[in-house]
């Protein structure tokens, strides 16, 4: 059968075959610039205001980055550490998840001092849960409830036993 | 402003009291936004497996709005304009952008050469606050953002910023022939666009892989292609090399990355314990299923500490691989003559539409696939 018959329900079937396509991205536009290294016309570049992290793998800042959420507190001295080994390092990577995990719990403590205790229940998005997926909500539910029942008998028995 | 507000994994706030962006370097814009969607890739940040995403940050890099700001540099855009901005940020002066490679900037992202900026996606991808809020940053406005055209639907003009683009260049980096195996590992936007695009460059039979039932048949009527449930094949690879009479697929595509389900190892090391950067069981399958020879595509994110995969069977089998963040502003002419053709309708995989305050629930629809939900647009 020709192609035509077979896919012709497809719609655009075979527009973007090329051979002479080969090979293709992310080979194809190779202009030969690379030799000339970091010796190219640099974009402005953005002042820096505040404390920005740099990979170790390159020489400064980039001509324009994020600047959001600097650096702070016990997470930020890890971060700080973190960025002083290269992106092929464990000490680089390790470092900064630990660190998104303590900056958390920081959030949660200047929250609570700020005297907003955070509605994890909306945070989470239980209620589209409850709305979408009701029973596996109460199932849930229901084990939680089952595995503390569980342990609460299990530390009563042992006092008894005491 | 309104703006989505990361908390800690699976902890997100609509936070009305963001602060507005500003212009921070000559070169910036400030775009209000109009739609932005929430991609497979935030899912890794929401569920903590991005390094350096810190508390506070606004995530989204699938946006389009109006430019109601400019900085001193800006020629091409103008106030008023309509725009789809692409994921990357891009200088378009550097040996990388030279080469099309807008992923690949080296001038956007100081916190990591392997990746160029993008917006919304923590501080391994540059730091910059990202488009689920009202109003967004967005340096280098004359490289990446695109006017709208008039004729285009704006849900399609969104799906441009990154689904269309990154499903397309897998299929493209797959070095697809005419009648050609293609399989794609995952049936979520990415997945199923990648499906789709495989026909574009002439492919002969289209497989998609995944293990959920509602996915699967979307995928088979959105790309009429063949969908398998891997949860019902014993072993998937053996299944694919049976049904490619034991030759192995010509080609196979990776858009699952690093939470793939499957593997009870891979979950425990990868996702559990984080002993590696997420499972790589997608990836695994991928290498294992292709033939000799053949090419494996990968567009699935994985974090960059470091995987399990049989890197050996790469060697014994000859098996070339590509591999890239989506060059979004590479594609955009290419892929806007395929809607404005019809060939392709990219808002056709839009199931959900939530306001921004509900953002909260938004990820959660996407995260727990409840509501059979393939993708999600928020509206601030
Ligand atoms: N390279 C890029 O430029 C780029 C751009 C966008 C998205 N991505 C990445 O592409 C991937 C997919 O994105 P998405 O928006 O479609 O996400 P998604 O989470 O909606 O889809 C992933 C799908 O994979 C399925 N899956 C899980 N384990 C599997 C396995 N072992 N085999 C087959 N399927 C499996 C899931 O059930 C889900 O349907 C993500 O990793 C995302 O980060 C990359
Ligand atoms: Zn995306
Ligand atoms: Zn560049």
């Given at each position: 059968m020709e192609n035509k018959e077979l896919f012709g329900h497809i719609k655009g079937w075979g527009v973007d075959a090329d051979p002479k396509n080969e090979p293709t991205y992310p080979m194809k536009k190779y202009t030969g610039d690379d030799h000339k290294r970091l010796n190219y016309d640099r974009p402005t570049l953005q002042p820096v205001t505040n404390e920005i992290l740099h990979s170790n793998e390159r020489p400064g800042v980039t001509a324009v980055f994020g600047t959001g959420q600097p650096p702070e507190g016990l997470s930020g001295a890890m971060r700080r550490y973190a960025f002083?080994?290269?992106?092929?390092?464990f000490s680089h990577w390790l470092p900064l998840l630990l660190a998104d995990r303590v900056q958390m719990v920081e959030a949660l403590v200047d929250d609570v001092k700020k005297g907003q205790i955070p509605d994890l229940i909306a945070e989470k998005g239980y209620k589209a849960e409850w709305k979408y997926n009701r029973a596996g909500v109460i199932r849930k539910g229901l084990m939680l409830a089952a595995v503390g029942a569980l342990v609460i008998l299990a530390v009563v028995q042992r006092n008894k036993r005491k | 402003m309104l703006a989505m507000n990361y908390r800690g994994p699976y902890r997100i706030r609509a936070d009305r009291d963001m602060p507005y962006p500003e212009i921070l370097h000559p070169g910036d814009a400030i775009v209000k936004v109009t739609r932005s969607c929430i991609c497979g890739s935030d899912l890794h940040l929401y569920h903590g497996m991005v390094p350096d995403t810190r508390i506070g940050t606004t995530f989204g890099h699938e946006f389009i709005g109006t430019v109601v700001e400019t900085g001193s540099e800006v020629t091409r855009l103008k106030t008023g304009d309509n725009v789809l901005v692409p994921f990357n940020i891009a200088c378009g002066a550097c040996p990388f952008c030279k080469q099309e490679l807008f992923g690949n900037?080296?001038?956007?992202?100081?916190?990591?050469?392997?990746v160029g900026g993008i917006f919304g996606y923590s501080h391994t991808a540059g730091g910059f606050n990202g488009g689920q809020a009202e109003y967004v940053r967005v340096p280098y406005a004359d490289v990446g953002p695109y006017v709208i055209p008039e004729w285009m639907d704006m849900d399609d003009a969104v799906m441009l910023t990154d689904v269309f683009p990154t499903g397309y260049q897998a299929a493209e980096m797959g070095g697809i022939k005419m009648g050609d195996t293609v399989v794609v590992f995952g049936a979520g936007p990415i997945g199923i666009m990648a499906a789709k695009c495989a026909w574009l460059f002439g492919a002969g039979r289209v497989i998609v892989i995944d293990h959920i039932e509602y996915r699967l048949e979307f995928a088979r009527q959105y790309a009429q292609c063949e969908a398998y449930n891997f949860k019902s094949l014993e072993d998937p690879v053996l299944f694919l090399k049976k049904t490619t009479d034991f030759f192995g697929a010509d080609v196979c595509i990776d858009a699952v990355g690093c939470e793939a389900a499957g593997s009870a190892l891979q979950t425990i090391t990868g996702r559990k314990l984080m002993l590696q950067a997420g499972s790589a069981t997608a990836l695994h399958w991928a290498i294992n299923s292709v033939k000799k020879g053949g090419i494996v595509s990968i567009v699935g994110v994985y974090g960059p500490t470091t995987n399990m995969v049989p890197i050996g069977n790469v060697v014994n089998k000859g098996l070339t691989i590509r591999a890239n963040q989506a060059s979004v502003k590479r594609l955009l002419p290419r892929l806007i003559d395929h809607v404005q053709k019809g060939h392709v309708d990219p808002k056709g995989l839009i199931t959900h539409r939530l306001p921004l305050a509900e953002v909260p629930d938004a990820y959660r629809i996407f995260s727990s696939k409840l509501d059979n939900c393939i993708k999600t647009v928020l509206i601030p």
């Open positions: 002083r080994y290269s992106e092929g390092s | 900037c080296h001038e956007s992202n100081p916190e990591a050469t392997a």
